[in-house]
């Protein structure tokens, strides 16, 4: 019987066999290994006897200062030789999207001067100043080296004046004031005033003077002289040449401005558009004042 086991070649079942340890557990059992330079820098310290290997490691310590402070002043010497050196002097100065602002005013706002080295200019700084200036809404400044930057600049675009403490100011489409109004970016526009209450019909500025330009109303958009937000009459426009007013209101702007558009027209084609003083949009009707009389 012991024989024919031995012979089948089988394992007795509590027969134990260690196997070799694998996965995680086996990589954390590993050792860390040096790479050969520091195995052998190391054995030759332990070699050389503790004083001569101190000094040994000193001397490379301080060989490595050296070394570091070497290429640091090579690399101050090359910035500065490349500050100085005429081969990067600004020489061209691209500016696009600049309408109110001159070119001349976008580099004297940005502190870029032409004959400045190109090297030495901050870009994040003249992004910056040229950002503080009231007519900048966005800006991007971009170096070309050797010699050119390249200025992108989106304007903050005026659309009315606004009186405020005895100073004339550009304000953009939703009464913001803007920068004074200066001789050097002189624009025409209308006046704008917003009465007290009237704060919530503000931003149907915007829709008017887009109404305008796409032709809602037979008016042109040079032609208004004022604009007043008021609590009760809605969008009060002025047209001096014709000494008329129009006003809308703004609970249903989009039927008052057609409503309002017909009248004028239906006006122009009997020619008594000239005979009008006011016309007033609002509860579905338009009310016209001619000669100190008024209809409907």
């Avoid at 027969?15 to 520091?38: C, W």
Wanted: glycine share 8%; aromatic share 8%.
């Amino acid at each position: 019987m012991p024989l024919a086991l031995k012979m089948s070649g089988r394992k007795a079942r509590n027969a134990y066999t260690r196997e070799p340890a694998s996965g995680k557990k086996g990589r954390a059992g590993q050792k860390f290994r040096l790479p050969r330079f520091f195995s052998w820098f190391s054995e030759k310290l332990r070699g050389l006897g503790g004083l001569k290997s101190l000094a040994v490691l000193s001397a490379l310590l301080s060989s490595a200062a050296l070394v570091l402070a070497a290429v640091c002043a090579t690399s101050l010497w090359l910035y500065d030789k490349a500050v100085t050196s005429d081969f990067f002097t600004t020489r061209h100065v691209d500016v696009t999207g600049n309408v109110r602002l001159s070119r001349d005013m976008v580099l004297q706002y940005g502190g870029i001067r032409e004959g400045d080295n190109s090297l030495a200019v901050s870009i994040a700084q003249v992004e910056q100043s040229l950002r503080q200036t009231p007519w900048v809404q966005e800006v991007s400044v971009k170096r070309l080296l050797p010699d050119r930057f390249v200025i992108k600049v989106k304007e903050r675009m005026p659309s009315f004046w606004v009186h405020k403490d005895g100073v004339l100011y550009y304000a953009n489409e939703r009464g913001e004031i803007i920068a004074p109004v200066e001789s050097r970016n002189f624009l025409s526009l209308p006046t704008l005033t917003i009465e007290p209450g009237a704060e919530k019909a503000v931003p149907f500025l915007a829709r008017l003077l887009k109404d305008l330009q796409g032709g809602a109303l037979p008016v042109e958009a040079g032609a208004v002289a004022s604009v007043t937000v008021s609590p009760g009459r809605g969008i009060e426009m002025y047209l001096e040449d014709r000494e008329m007013r129009l006003s809308v209101a703004t609970d249903d702007w989009s039927g008052n401005l057609a409503r309002m558009s017909v009248t004028l027209g239906d006006l122009a084609r009997r020619h008594e558009l000239k005979n009008v003083r006011e016309a007033r949009a609002v509860n579905g009707n338009v009310w016209v004042i001619l000669n100190g009389s008024a209809h409907s």
